[in-house]
């Protein structure tokens, strides 16, 4: 491996670790709320509440997180930083400020007019997560990965703390020692103290982040011409955002709309949304890669340090990398996939009988985010040559074959429409952006080593839903899911001879390890 993706891997590693085990704590929550809220429908108005959490969070950080990416490689990054701050601190003031004071119009609005409180906690999440995006972006941009992971992970344990605190501990409380909690607790507000625990939880974090903006201090005055130039390269990553993240949350904010009897809906969202879940593995892993990948993508030599006989080669030489990196993240990918597929029957011990229907939707939702995932490595194209403006273009007309695929299936098919949609708009994406990319920006990816391995994943997973709809004792079940993994490895590890691979990696991240602790670029 060349030493940038050796580079590559180990902040995956370290992102991946600790967002894995920030992730999983908080897929442990799923469990609780899911034994703990009354009913199905409940479950399903968190997930649609969150859903609007994630579509406004694009909206208010209108891609500045990766405008600071790019303009830091060119300049003067601390000033890039402190703009970028003073930017979203105002925008994530004034949207507090407004929503909080017509939040009865938007909680009539989204369907809650009766449930204010939490849409009013929804409004303060928002506002801070969009804020500390660019303390965390600046996290990242320096290379503290260790420092951006324990800090989302001291986040979700005080988050996952204080859910066990509202929704066992308080009701514990309230049969033993009532006089305790009974002047301020309300049993059956589940969704509320769900939120609750959520607002606190980033208030902290904004406390916990101050220290880290102290390089935008002492930055000057404001550079209006600045941010103009970061505005005109990222307001095309709102349309972007918008279009991908609603990609992604169209089913969770639209099926509910599809059904005249709201209760039927939310348990219907509440049921995809347990299959969904048990899903999460790929999707932390595809997260982790981008965290590392996205500053990666833009580490380049500043102008004017190499000639142009240089350039040409440093600029092969980084071609070949992307191509090596999209590899290794679809031979992971594939790997975590028949993975997740052969130990469903331990997976589903996570959630009730009540939500086993969701289950369906697993295999549909990895392969969703599997493509995803490689249309985030292709997409580097238009981030490079500064046409952001395509990747709004390529995911509205995602967005809308994903709307129209979940509108039109959805009466038909109920949920699994919400499934096989996030199948084939993800394709749509890859395919756009691949034959694009060859246009403005070609990069030799191992396109047959590629086709190859798909179909050696295919094949694995064809062989394990054989054994579950032939194999009837789950222990044998299990046994022979983890004999085709097994094979599956050592194929890899054949055909990559990865075992050399993963001894240098090692030896590199020793190295590492022996340097300064902050070797990220000079800011």
């Known amino acids: 491996?060349?030493?940038r993706i050796k580079s590559l891997f180990k902040d995956?590693?370290?992102?991946?670790?600790?967002?894995?085990?920030?992730?999983?704590?908080s897929w442990a929550l799923f469990p609780l709320y899911v034994y703990q809220l009354p009913s199905p429908a409940d479950y399903g108005i968190v997930t649609n509440l969150y859903a609007?959490?994630?579509l406004l969070l694009i909206l208010l950080t209108y891609g500045m997180e990766t405008g600071f990416f790019r303009f830091s490689r060119e300049g003067d990054g601390r000033k890039v930083y402190a703009n970028s701050l003073r930017t979203l601190g105002t925008s994530s003031l004034l949207f507090l400020i407004l929503g909080l004071t017509f939040v009865r119009p938007i909680g009539a609005a989204l369907g809650y007019a009766d449930m204010l409180r939490p849409v009013a906690m929804l409004i303060v999440i928002v506002a801070i997560d969009a804020f500390t995006s660019i303390p965390f972006a600046y996290l990242r941009y320096t290379n503290r990965a260790l420092h951006y992971g324990l800090i989302k992970l001291g986040y979700v344990l005080l988050t996952v703390g204080l859910n066990l605190f509202f929704l066992l501990g308080c009701p514990w409380l309230l049969r033993v020692a009532p006089g305790a909690v009974d002047w301020w607790?309300?049993?059956g507000l589940g969704v509320e103290y769900i939120f609750l625990s959520n607002m606190v939880a980033n208030v902290v974090l904004l406390l916990v982040l101050i220290p880290y903006m102290r390089p935008a201090r002492g930055q000057g005055r404001f550079d209006w011409r600045l941010l103009q130039r970061m505005l005109h390269y990222s307001l095309p990553m709102?349309?972007?955002?918008?279009?991908?993240?609603?990609?992604k949350m169209a089913d969770k904010i639209i099926f509910p709309m599809l059904f005249e009897d709201q209760t039927v809906a939310n348990t219907q969202l509440g049921i995809y949304s347990a299959g969904y879940k048990i899903a999460v593995v790929i999707v932390m892993f595809t997260q982790a890669f981008r965290f590392a990948y996205e500053p990666f993508i833009f580490q380049r030599t500043r102008a004017g340090e190499l000639s142009a006989e240089e350039e040409l080669i440093a600029e092969r030489e980084r071609r070949i990398t992307y191509a090596k990196a999209m590899h290794y993240y679809l031979l992971s990918a594939i790997f975590i996939y028949v993975a997740v597929m052969c130990y469903l029957d331990l997976l589903k011990v996570l959630i009730s009988p009540a939500y086993y229907d969701g289950l369906r939707v697993v295999p549909y939702v990895m392969l969703g985010e599997v493509l995803f995932g490689i249309y985030y490595n292709l997409s580097l194209w238009y981030k490079l040559t500064d046409r952001t403006y395509w990747g709004g273009i390529i995911?509205?007309?995602?967005?809308?074959?994903?709307?129209?695929i979940i509108v039109w299936g959805a009466p038909v098919w109920g949920f699994m429409a919400c499934a096989y949609a996030s199948v084939v708009s993800n394709l749509l994406l890859v395919l756009i952006s691949y034959f694009l990319g060859r246009k403005y920006y070609p990069v030799p990816y191992q396109l047959g080593a590629a086709a190859g391995y798909l179909a050696v994943g295919a094949l694995a997973v064809g062989l394990v839903l054989w054994i579950y709809g032939a194999v009837a004792t789950v222990w044998i079940r299990l046994l022979l899911c983890t004999l085709v993994l097994i094979v599956l490895a050592g194929y890899i590890i054949w055909r990559e001879n990865l075992t050399r691979a993963f001894g240098s990696l090692l030896r590199h991240m020793r190295h590492k390890s022996g340097t300064a602790s902050h070797s990220g670029p000079s800011c």
């Open 185 to 187: 607790y309300e049993p």
């Open 1 to 3: 491996m060349s030493s």
């Open 12 to 25: 995956t590693i370290i992102y991946g670790a600790t967002t894995m085990l920030s992730r999983f704590l």
């Open 395 to 404: 995911s509205t007309l995602g967005c809308l074959l994903t709307v129209g």
């Open 52 to 54: 609007w959490v994630a």
């Open 238 to 247: 709102v349309l972007l955002g918008i279009a991908g993240n609603f990609n």
